[in-house]
């Protein structure tokens, strides 16, 4: 009779530690499965992040490419205003200004003669670049 009592001590012992190995198990499976969701969660936001500088990298592409071919446009018009500019000296430009407004002597004055110059080339680029 001792000899059963003391092997349903032992069993019951067994079976209060297999229980409490359990119970930490399953505390220890609740743990994980909340670490992976907080993962996952964090994982979903690093996706939408990305998404989003994603897009904002195409829209300033975008941005880019069509700024670029403007600059180029200028570009080229600025071209052709500086190849148009080189058969114009300050005297030409000088008398086409005075003969458009009907005056047929040249003014000798250097200061005059600079602004009509700065005046011409100032429409020439603008006019240029506008169209």
Known sequence: ???????????????????????LCEQQARDANLRAEKAEEEARQLQKK???????????QEA???VTGKLEEKNKALQNVTQRSKGFSPLTCERSYYILHGQSECRSNAI??????SAFKYI???????T
């Open 112 to 117: 005059e003669r600079n602004k009509i110059l």
């Open 124 to 130: 020439a680029i603008f006019s240029i670049t506008d």
């Open 64 to 66: 880019l490419t069509l």
């Open 1 to 23: 009779m001792d000899a059963i009592k003391k092997k349903m001590q032992a069993m019951k012992i067994d079976k209060d530690a297999a229980l409490e190995r359990a119970a």
């Open 50 to 60: 990305i998404q989003t500088v994603e897009n904002e990298l195409d829209q300033t």
